[in-house]
């Protein structure tokens, strides 16, 4: 068996990209809060749903984009796209469990869980339509 060169430092770099902002979501997320503000329907529609959608589209976009460029795990390559709805949903989910299950001051909710979801397919989305930009 021939070996194989590692990857460029370019490539390894890649990574640290969607784990990076992973972290800060998990940070961010499970941060114990003393006071969750209450906040009207209107504005929790607009602007809570946003906020969790934009979080999980930038998720999605960054580790579509590792996915595909990376050379380490071929499988993984190949299968990017449901690979990554896989994870960055069940990353979302976990979320909202941690919160339901913890005593940090913060609510899971399945409304959050959705707008997750929606983020997730919007990174998609966009990743898939510019493919041939980035590929």
Do not use: C, N, Y
Not at 52 to 62: N, R, S, T, W
Not at 65 to 89: C, D, G, I, N
């Amino acid at each position: 068996m021939l070996p194989t060169a590692p990857p460029s430092s370019h490539r390894r770099a890649l990574v640290v990209l969607p784990l990076a902002w992973a972290a800060l979501v998990f940070t961010l997320t499970l941060a114990p809060a003393q006071e969750m503000p209450d906040t009207p329907h209107w504005e929790l529609l607009a602007f809570d749903t946003a906020a969790h959608a934009g979080v999980f589209l930038v998720q999605a976009v960054l580790t579509v984009f590792w996915a595909r460029r990376q050379s380490w795990f071929p499988r993984l390559k190949a299968r990017a796209f449901s690979s990554v709805l896989v994870l960055t949903v069940g990353m979302g989910a976990f979320i909202e469990l941690l919160q339901l299950l913890m005593d940090l001051g913060r609510r899971g909710e399945w409304s959050d869980l959705l707008s997750d979801s929606l983020g997730v397919v919007g990174g998609l989305l966009l990743m898939w339509g510019t493919r041939r930009f980035w590929q």
